[in-house]
């Protein structure tokens, strides 16, 4: 096994709608536990238009709740360039999985719903999407929108969940011990 120090930098993306509120405060949260000597931590919108900053409410939980500053952060569409240069793919709902999917068919194994890491307990109103149905256990809901209290809600889903994904990584990413990439629950063309 080659030394830390030899081995090349791997790229983790975290992907949400517009790029403004859950993937920044991920991308954040990710970029603290991970060595960035061992991994570079970007994120993308689906929808986003480009170099737009986080939404107030998301640079305010994040800031309140992990003491992380992402007012520098600037949005970015994904691509499939994005795509292809990521070891790691984290989405927050299914249906950017599969818009991730449709750019690069090949990356299914490499992308990985974000909650499914530690699926929510109980039944939400929130779409994880502007024009989606209510999240499931393994979405993380938008709080585009919302009051304080919904994004400071989002922001501690994704403390536990980036805490977890940050834990699988470093242990080596084995596939026994996280959830299924989605090429598990989709069909590959």
Known sequence: MPSPESSPRQTVLVVCFGNLCRSPMAEALLRHRLPPDQWEVISAGTHASGDDPPTVGSRDAVAHLAGLDISRQRSSPLTVGVLRRSD???????????????LVPTATARI???GAFV??????RESADPYGDPADRTEIPDPMGADAEAYEACCIRLIDC???V???LDAGASAVEAPGPIA?????P
């Open 88 to 102: 790691y793919v984290f989405t927050m709902s299914r249906r950017q999985a599969l818009e991730a999917a449709a």
């Open 112 to 114: 990985w719903l974000l």
């Open 119 to 124: 699926p929510a307990t109980g039944a939400t």
């Open 162 to 164: 980036t805490n977890a």
């Open 166 to 168: 940050a834990a699988w």
């Open 184 to 188: 598990d629950w989709i069909d590959v």
